[in-house]
């Protein structure tokens, strides 16, 4: 065992594996991650706590997540680049360990001027750091770990105990590289990947099977991302403005026939499409479960957290598998 | 070339409204490439001065001048005598901020203001476009990248390839910004070598670039060179 977290147990005991997300506030409300972490325990094995996603000021993800540990739940901290230099990301990985994080994410970050895409004022004007990147981030966080070395070179004597984990963005541009850049990743040390949202599972097909002839699979634990899709509005948007997000016209027209069944009734119409936007979500997870390779799902249910109970359920995925520690 | 923008004239009013004689020096070089400081925008500058000054019922005289380089000693000597004769009190310098400094430590007590915004090192694709090329980064590492800079034109600085923000050639912080990434993957796809990008770049040294600190460049054999007597020099070479 690497790290002992969770996630790392459940996915050795050949379980697949779930993750959620959960999203810090923009204050210091410890009280709302409390809150989410209630209504998410038990439903996924390790939840991701965002680091300033969308590079919008949140609660740092290393509070928020000691904050859900206090709750029992497992956090993923994850750790953009975007903000801190080697010097602070180290210390902070460190502390981290220190305060009982297990899993750590390490993702490059979105660019600080997207502001929540254009909703949220942000903070265009900050300075970005970018000292290292997403992979450097990841062979230095197994340098610590298995070597106990910085990345300067200077040795230390309790390694972090973490389960490394990077992203992979499978239908992002240019993507015949992505599978390159999968094993890049693989190879600079990560035990974990979470993919970015998919919807056209043909396509994440077709880049699941390069990942297995690189026999990527066997080497890294695979966790395709699902975003729950709420209204029509929001696959479109997915689908024009996300990077690295495709969703095929057949899933627009089901929800749009969804929304137009209600005919005029606005709120009835609502109704419809969230519920078509949960079931679409299981019928994902259950493609992704069949894709080989694939071993676990990250379901991002954004701003509607409160959501990703149910879908665990009708996804068949409860109760939670309980790998004790000593196993 | 270095790519610099002019201030706007209001902006460059305000710095000498109060100096009774102002000369305005361009640049022949780089800033008048770039359209920004040469000798027609030192006119369009001062004139724009002098009709301000005459509006506001200010006393002030606005001399112009445009030397080939505003970096290089014997150039600027030529600014610093004429500024002594002439009794200048304030200098607008529509060159780019290595101008504006190199002026500036030579000419004692006469402040010395910028003209133009410094932008970047770049060029121009296209007539009225100007773009990034080059970071400065002192440590080149364009031999593995298929010759376009990962530095400068990636708006993370990214060494290992496209984040997931890259789309259709795009990069996430503006559809008018072309993906770095996605260029040097096309290109390397072109040259045969893509394979190449597989290799993991570590974390890179930065204090070869203006993270290090001030940055100078000292070449020995050229100091001892400049030091050795005239004849002796000619005889070397």
Redesign the interface.
């Given at each position: 065992m690497r790290s002992s977290s969770n996630l790392e147990r459940v996915l050795a005991a050949g379980h697949f594996a779930v993750t959620a997300e959960i999203g810090p506030p923009m204050d210091c409300n410890g009280e709302v991650v409390l809150e989410k972490a209630r209504l998410l325990r038990g439903c996924a094995d390790a939840f991701n706590i965002t680091d300033c996603q969308t590079a919008v000021v949140r609660m740092s993800s290393i509070a928020s997540a000691v904050l859900i540990m206090r709750e029992g739940l497992e956090p993923v901290m994850q750790m953009t680049?975007?903000d801190r230099n080697?010097i602070a990301i180290q210390a902070d990985l460190l502390g981290a360990a220190a305060l009982g994080i297990r899993n750590c994410l390490c993702i490059?970050g979105?660019?600080q001027?997207?502001g929540a895409a254009g909703k949220l004022k942000g903070h265009p004007g900050a300075k970005?750091v970018?000292?290292?990147?997403?992979?450097?981030l990841v062979?230095?966080l197994k340098g610590l770990r298995d070597e106990g070395r910085q990345?300067g070179g200077d040795e230390i004597e309790m390694r972090p105990p973490l389960f490394i984990g990077a992203?992979w963005?499978p239908m992002?541009?240019?993507v015949d590289?992505r599978p390159?850049?999968l094993?890049?990743k693989v190879?600079?040390g990560a035990d974990f990947i979470q993919t970015?949202g998919v919807y056209d599972m043909a396509l994440f097909r077709r880049q699941m099977q390069i990942a297995r002839d690189m026999g990527l699979h066997e080497r890294v634990a695979i966790l395709a991302g699902i975003i729950v899709p709420r209204n029509l509005g929001m696959l479109k948007y997915m689908d024009s403005a996300v990077?690295?997000v495709r969703v095929p016209q057949e899933l627009m027209t089901r929800m749009a026939k969804a929304r137009d069944a209600a005919g005029a009734d606005k709120a009835q119409a609502r109704v419809n499409q969230e519920q078509e936007g949960l079931r679409i979500a299981v019928e994902l997870i259950e493609q992704a479960r069949e894709t080989p390779g694939v071993r676990g799902v990250h379901l991002q249910a954004i701003e509607w957290e409160h959501k990703v109970p149910e879908i665990v359920a009708q996804a068949g995925f409860l109760p939670r598998p309980v790998i004790p520690a000593s196993a | 070339m270095i790519v610099a923008e002019r201030k706007s004239l209001a902006d460059i009013k305000s710095f000498v409204a109060g100096f009774e004689r102002v000369l305005v020096v361009g640049c022949g070089t780089c800033a008048t490439v770039c359209l920004a400081g040469g000798e027609s925008e030192v006119n369009v500058v001062s004139l724009a001065l002098r009709i301000a000054a005459r509006a506001e019922g200010r006393r002030q005289e606005v001399l112009e001048d445009c030397i080939t380089r505003q970096c290089e000693p014997e150039f600027v000597a030529a600014v610093i005598e004429r500024v002594r004769r002439q009794e200048i009190d304030a200098v607008v310098s529509l060159a780019c901020g290595v101008g504006v400094n190199f002026l500036a430590e030579r000419l004692g007590d006469v402040p010395v203001f910028p003209g133009l915004d410094t932008k970047f090192l770049g060029a121009s694709p296209e007539p009225g476009v100007w773009v990034e090329l080059c970071a400065g980064c002192g440590n080149c590492i364009l031999h593995l990248t298929g010759g376009i800079c990962p530095i400068a034109r990636c708006?993370?600085?990214?060494?290992?390839?496209?984040?997931?923000?890259?789309?259709?050639?795009k990069c996430?912080?503006?559809p008018d910004v072309d993906?770095g990434?996605?260029l040097i993957?096309?290109r390397m796809k072109r040259l045969g070598t893509?394979d190449r990008?597989?290799d993991?770049?570590?974390?890179?040294d930065?204090s070869s670039s203006a993270h290090g600190g001030p940055r100078r460049v000292v070449r020995e054999e050229l100091r001892q060179l400049a030091a050795e007597p005239a004849e002796k020099g000619a005889a070397v070479r």
């Open positions: 680049c975007r080697r490059a979105d660019h001027s997207f970005n970018y000292d290292i990147d997403s992979i450097q062979s230095i990345q992203v963005t992002g541009d240019p590289f390159l850049r094993a890049k190879r600079a970015q990077a690295g | 708006s993370k600085s990214l060494l290992n390839g496209p984040c997931g923000g890259s789309n259709n050639g996430e912080i503006s993906c990434w996605a993957v096309e893509l990008l597989m993991i770049l570590p974390p890179r930065w």
